[in-house]
Each structure stands twice: as structure tokens, then as C-alpha cells.
């Protein structure tokens, strides 16, 4: 986790294609300033502050002020609790399909 306490939890963070689209964004970039991102969205910068603020409680957003303009940065630790939970079902998945086709080539026979 970041240095900032988690305020929320990742995976309701990531609950919204909004932000998860903001999480894309900021893994593209190294420091993005607000405007350019509420560019690429079609609603106000209020809004996009909104997400980015949610973000920023889960820990997966810092931000920095340069003069009047605020910088953001995608903080990717978090997100290893969302790898780590996939990682289970991957597994589950893997070993269900495995037993799937063995089954399936036993009827064949």
C-alpha cells in the first residue's frame, strides 16, 4: 500500500468503468494534470475530480500541486490485492477446464 492510509476498498474503486478507464489512462502516462484528463471523458471536471478522489481513498491515485495545476500518478500497489484475488479463480478455472477436457476426451474413447 501507498504511504497514504486506504481510505476505501480497491475492488469498489475499480467498480466503476469510469475509473477504471482512469486507472488505464494513468498507467499510459507519468504525471497528467487534471485538464487533460477531464478531456477525455464526457463529463465535467467536477466529475472526473469526483473519481479521481475515490481513487485517491483507495490508494491507487497521488497527487501533487505544480503552482495552481493539480498532477496525478497511478499508485499500482493496491492493485496487487485485485491480481491476487484473480489469481485464485485463475487457478480454479484452469483446473475445472483441465478436468473438463479430460472428461470430455474419456466419452470420446
Not at 75 to 87: A, H, K, T
Amino acid at each position: 500500500m501507498s504511504e497514504h492510509k486506504q481510505l476505501r476498498d480497491v475492488f469498489d474503486a475499480i467498480a466503476d468503468p469510469t475509473r477504471r478507464q482512469l486507472i488505464r489512462l494513468l498507467a499510459e502516462t507519468d504525471d497528467i494534470p487534471l485538464h487533460e484528463l477531464t478531456t477525455q471523458f464526457n463529463m465535467g471536471r467536477t466529475a472526473v475530480s469526483k473519481h479521481l478522489s475515490i481513487l485517491k481513498e483507495a490508494g491507487l491515485v497521488m497527487d501533487r500541486k505544480v503552482g495552481r495545476e493539480t498532477r496525478f500518478k497511478l499508485n499500482p500497489s493496491p492493485l496487487r490485492e485485485v491480481q491476487d484475488w484473480l489469481s485464485f479463480y485463475n487457478k480454479f478455472w484452469t483446473a475445472n477446464l483441465l478436468s473438463l477436457g479430460f472428461l470430455l476426451e474419456e466419452e470420446d474413447k
